[in-house]
């Protein structure tokens, strides 16, 4: 018999409970466990769980391991077992050094991910409780709200004035109503209006819903197994890529260069196609995996302590890049604890008669709980209201195009609807109002009264509502049409005062190079008076209805010059973070209601806070476990220190690398042997690696923190080469010595150079961590002791016995082993030098790149 779960939307909900043992009262928690072990989590494609065996496998798949692997083959091939040997023992031994460091990362990173775990309101044992959405399981009955994601496929039981947007299942980004019933089998998915999925979210309204299907055996995990879930990628893993597709173009040159000029010499093939790999190996930064992994992970820690919990790994980079942020001004700028200040007629005049009706309302609502209705029930409870004989009949929940909310009530036979929401679009709903008690129409001078007084309150910091009621007939079903000729009774004026300490993290956000923007659907009085209060200038400020009237190509400019948007619709929030973006910055934006989820994915860095509606958390790259500037810009400084410290494993070890490499290639025609032997090459890209592990732990000077730091592969090039060839520059003294006044053999030629080589590419690392001169900025302490260590290992290398001669390294003698220490002194010097002048030149003009969404 075929699977009703398959096919749930075109069954009745008393096969489904049948189906699945459930019941209306939903699942006992004995049954949810005994399912949860049937069914597995309820998580697509085993997401946000990092496989040990996967992970480890992934080393040796990366092309630079394939490279050393080819290299093994041919010496195996050869049997040149000792010089295989060694080039396995380091594949091995680079690949578990990475994997411990990734993978130790990544459960780090895991952990602070389960402190963000999706809830969802469910049903179990009878009783409505919260559960993590990873242990829905058929048969579930889950409660949904504005705000909501769909956790799992089901059926629609209960619905009122339910919309939600399934753009990630269908393409279409209009909300879709859904409401209980039974359509075809074979209707497609935009076409089941009965049932919700997995990867949409609730746009507006309530219902009850059926669980049917979990994890992979959901729509959306049907889909995700065939075509992959792609990831955005950002600017940050961009400058990655492409910074890898430079390396392998170089890689490429040198190996066909070095391959022809050996065979030109008349050298063994084989042997020169290991050096030439073996060159192109050490051109690479193999464990830059590992350490962007382990520096990543390690400011996601740093981060955490100070509130602020990462969600992408990437994003980190980011928020170091941001030189926007866009937020809402309430709880950032603001207290974000309302209070509800007074409730007044039309005239102004505090009435008690308001304030009941506001009290009725938000005492009913049961749609998206908001602070808003919290002080008016707060301030109900304290002044002993209550909603006596009332009756709930129906409500019309809030959604963002009428920006109202309404309850029908009853009492003694007699119906009316209370309707609270945006002034603008209820004062267009009403056609009369209540002034001493007398319903009188709703004239031109009226109107003038109330608008005049909407002003004034709003001028005054005090956030305004609407309130209005009408009487309704007896009938089964409301709905928003019934939002009609309604009468105005007045005003409610919410107090939300600014945050003392505001005015000064903006300043400091300044101090970072960091502009605010105040994005604000609230009326622009009230958005003026709180800038004001916190030194942002209200005179630079644009309305919604101004900004629907600039084109696209305009709005970058215009945007760019602007401090305070205000009476902004939801659809105009991503507008402006495009068009900041094409005016080339990397925007940040904070927001954490339903509307935000757009600007949030578009942001280069989405940020929310943990109280956050889930459609907002999980759209949010970072999210704040308190909402609060102050912990952003602390993370900004941990982002850009992250950055920095990043980029200096990259540019530092890729132009030390570069110019060895270079001068072994030059030198080359030159020589009646190898520079390097194969191994000797490998092992010192190892050894030279090893401290870089520790630069996560690296201090960062403060006049880098200043600046939004931004990916240029064109300046890593730059300074690759430029450093590099200081580097041959010195190596080409160093080969000088060591043939025209040492006259070293082969053996000793490689052994010198080897050390001279390793230590200058160590100490280099000190060098060029810092703009600042090497002595002024102390480096941190692992990085240091770790530098100390393979320094003494690689001085006292060519003299360990076995170990030594296993790597083909002969003992050197006092003279050349001093005068390859003096050409590092001087290396570091000259480098010191040129760091001066490199940092201190103006830099080139780039254009920005923008974080793509796929």
Known sequence: ????????????????????????????????????????????????????????????????????????????????????????????????????????????????????????????????????????????????????????????????????????????????????????????????????????????????????????????????????????????????????????????????????????????????????????????????????????????????????????????????????????????????????????????????????????????????????????????????????????????????????????????????????????????????????????????????????????????????????????????????????????????????PPKPEAAATIRDLAALQISIKVISGDNRHVTAHVARAVGLDPAKMLTGEQIAAISDDALPRAASRTILFAEIEPQQKERLIRALQKAGHAVGYMGDGINDAPALHAADVGISVDQAVDVARESADIVLLRRDLDILRQGVIDGRRTFANTLKYISITTSANFGNMVSMALVTPFLPFLPLLPKQILLNNFLSDLPSMAISSDRVDEERLATPQRWDVREVQRFMIAFGLISSCFDGLTFALLLVVFHADAATFQTLWFVVSVLTELTVVLVLRTHRLAWRSRPSTLLLCSTAAVVAAVITLPFLGELSRAFSFVPVDAAELGAGVLVVLGYVLVTELAKAWWFRRPAKPRRVRRRRRV
């Open 1 to 496: 018999m075929d699977d009703p779960c398959a096919t749930f939307w075109a069954q009745p909900p008393a096969a489904l409970y049948a189906a699945l043992a459930g019941s209306e009262t939903g699942l006992t928690s004995a049954a949810a466990a005994e399912k949860l072990e049937l069914h597995g989590p309820n998580i697509v494609g085993g997401a946000g769980e990092t496989s040990a065996i996967r992970l480890l496998l992934k080393q040796f798949a990366s092309p630079l391991v394939l490279i050393l692997l080819f290299g093994a083959a041919i010496s195996l091939a050869l049997r040149e077992w000792l010089d295989a040997s060694i080039i396995l023992a380091i594949v091995l031994g680079s690949a578990l050094l990475s994997f411990f460091q990734e993978y130790r990362a990544s459960r780090a990173v895991e952990a602070l991910r389960g402190r963000l775990a999706l809830m969802t309101r469910t049903l179990r044992d009878g009783a409505e409780t919260r559960v993590p959405a990873t242990e829905l399981v058929p048969g579930d009955v889950v409660l949904l709200a504005a705000g909501n994601l769909v956790p799992a496929d089901g059926l629609v039981l209960e619905a009122s004035d339910f919309l939600v947007t399934e753009a990630a299942l269908t393409g279409e980004s209009l909300p879709v109503e859904k409401s209980p019933g039974i359509v075809a089998a074979a209707t497609p998915i935009a076409g089941r209006t009965n049932a919700v999925f997995t990867g949409s979210s609730v746009r507006s309204g309530t219902a009850r819903v059926l669980i049917a299907v979990t994890g992979d055996h959901t729509a959306y995990g049907a889909i995700a197994a065939t075509l992959g879930v792609a990831e955005p990628e950002t600017e940050f893993a961009s400058g990655i890529r492409r910074f890898g597709l430079m390396l392998l173009r170089v890689m490429i040159v040198i190996v066909i260069a070095v391959l022809a000029v050996n065979q030109l010499l008349g050298r063994s093939f084989a042997e020169s196609l290991l050096f030439a790999v073996a060159l192109a190996v050490g051109l690479s930064p193999e464990l830059l995996p590992a350490i962007v992994s382990v520096t990543l992970a390690a400011g996601a820690r740093h981060l955490a302590k100070g509130g602020v919990i990462v969600r992408r790994l990437d994003a980190i980079e980011n928020l170091g890049s941001m030189d926007v942020l866009c937020t809402d001004k309430t709880g950032t700028l603001t207290e974000g604890t309302i209070l509800l200040h007074d409730a007044v007629d039309p005239e102004g005049r505090p009435d008690p008669a308001v304030k009941l009706a506001a009290f009725i309302n938000a005492s009913f609502e049961t749609g998206i709980a908001n602070p808003l209705d919290e002080a008016i029930v707060a301030m109900g409870t304290a002044g002993k209201l209550s909603t006596g004989a009332l009756t709930k009949v129906a409500e019309i929940p809030y959604d963002f195009s009428r920006r109202c909310l309404s309850i029908v009530v009853e009492e003694a036979g007699a119906r009316r609807m209370v309707t609270k929401g945006a002034c603008a679009e209820m004062l267009a709903n009403c056609t009369r109002v209540r002034i001493g008690g007398k319903d009188l129409p709703f004239d031109a001078a009226h109107r003038a009264t109330v608008d005049a007084l909407f002003r004034a309150q709003g001028e005054a910091g005090f956030r305004t509502l609407a309130i209005a009621e009408r009487v309704v007939d007896a009938a089964p079903r409301y709905s928003r049409e019934d939002e009609r000729d309604m009468t105005f009774i007045g005003l409610l004026l919410f107090a939300d």
